[in-house]
């Protein structure tokens, strides 16, 4: 059926026909969204209005028609919310404050028909970038089509876990791991998070492609008239997610985990300690940066904190590194992440002396070997 789902009366329209012609429904997913790429403070109001119209008020009527349907059958509603339920992402604003709304009316949703008695599973969907014609059909004001950054997932990630809460009462699922991992150093290091958004989200949205679409030709204010499933993305595409099967199938996922970490406590306690290793591959054209965590030993606090001084000092004599964003965890871990301008500047730097001095000094003072992952982050991309 044609509905517009801003619209409450399209909605119900919906439900008594699926009633008339079928008999009644046990499961209702409310997955209708449009997305706007621009800055929130220059972008067109109207537009924001419009993207809350369909994601949010859209999401509102259709849990409410089927709210009224489910209660005297039981059933499930299902909700779409977004990795940016949790998380905000610049250029994505107005996007992710919906999101952020939904995940707030779906929250308060499944406590009311709780108290009710009512026989419904309320469950929260929150996708990650999946490779969707989402980028082509949002209404674009960057002057170059949008592109994810990655990592990137399949659609049939998102469906097997809709599949999965329509069966299976769920309060809230990822479907891709990327989106979990940012919610949860969201909180963890929400100013780290914020710098590196920043320095990475912003500059690698646009292609650099001209728009395949004008500026009026976009699925927020035109029904798309292609429907396809994947859309434009050039970079590797992910058909399964871990996290996601993991928090399906919880036991096994458990017990799987305790033999992982049963063996990593062995590799890391069987033998002495080890300078850290720079490990990762290399990627396309732009920029190049590095992700580092270090631990104290027990005692070694402050001694760690004097190191990470000491190292940034020598750091930002290089001219190679911007920016370098730095988080204490705890009193004892601190989390550090550079970026180069290519690999030529990241290589400088791992033999400069900001990192002799770490290796020198990591023995006496960190309690495993420093965790450094390389890693390919595009934050400039060439058409």
Partial sequence: MVCDVGVEADVQAVADRTVAECGGFDTWVNNAGVGMYGRVATGDLDAMRHVFETNFWGLVHGSRVAAAHLRPRGGAIVNLGSEVSERAVPLQGIYSASKHAIKGFTDALRMEMEDEGAPISVSLVKPGQIDTPFTTNARNELGSEPHHVPPVYAPEVVAKAILFCAANPRREIFAGGGGQVMAMLGRLAPGLMDRVMEAVVIPGTPSGRAPRRGPAENGLDH?????????????????????????????????????????????????????????????????????????????????????????????????????????????????????????????????????????????????????????????????
């Fill in 223 to 383: 029904a798309t008239e292609a429907l396809e499933e994947r859309g434009n993305y050039e970079g590797h595409v992910m058909g399964t997610s871990l996290a996601t099967g993991a928090a399906m199938h919880p036991v096994l996922a458990a017990a799987g985990a305790v033999g992982l970490g049963l063996a990593f406590y062995r590799t890391l306690f069987s033998g002495s300690h080890r300078p850290a290793r720079v490990g990762g591959r290399r990627g396309g054209s732009g920029e190049k940066a590095l992700h580092i965590r270090l631990e104290a030993r027990r005692g070694k606090e402050r001694e760690l904190e004097a190191l990470v001084r000491a190292v940034r000092a020598e750091v930002e004599r290089e001219p190679g590194t911007r920016p370098w964003v730095g988080a204490q965890l705890s009193r004892s871990v601190y989390e550090i992440f550079e970026t180069f301008p290519d690999e030529a500047a990241r290589r400088a730097h791992l033999a400069g002396k900001g990192a002799a001095l770490l290796m020198r000094r990591s023995n006496a003072v960190l309690a495993r070997p420093a965790q450094i992952d390389r890693l390919d982050v595009v934050t400039t991309k060439r058409a």
